[in-house]
């Protein structure tokens, strides 16, 4: 089955940085497109960055140029690398993997950003 498992998450005052991972099991890890989402209080999840099998990248407008998503294959691993962290990228992040006509989500990890 299918696992997706985040960590990394913490309470980080603005301008710092968090590094979160997303270790997955029970899927072929090189071949697949990792997202990372992010759902604010109040707010609607949506989709901050992603990362092909191939390596290419592509981020939310609002974290181009402070967040980098990466991928290690041989470690079934997705980062999310977040610098100048902001009071606007509070949430919960979470790992996400689609292989149609499904969709597997991690419990997701909590960054909470103090101004």
């Known amino acids: 089955q299918v696992q997706l498992v985040e960590s990394g998450g913490g309470l980080v005052q603005a301008g710092g940085s968090l590094r979160l991972s997303c270790a997955a099991s029970g899927i072929i890890f090189s071949i697949n497109t990792m997202n990372w989402y992010r759902q604010a209080p109040g707010k609607q999840r949506e989709l901050v960055a992603q990362?092909?099998?191939?390596?290419?990248?592509n981020y939310a407008r609002s974290v181009k140029g402070r967040f980098t998503i990466s991928r290690d294959n041989a470690k079934n691993t997705v980062y999310l690398q977040m610098n100048s962290l902001k009071p606007e990228d509070t949430g919960v992040y979470y790992c996400n993997v689609a292989m149609l006509p499904y969709e597997y989500w991690g419990q997701g990890t909590q960054v909470t950003v103090s101004s």
């Open positions: 990362i092909t099998s191939g390596g290419s990248t």
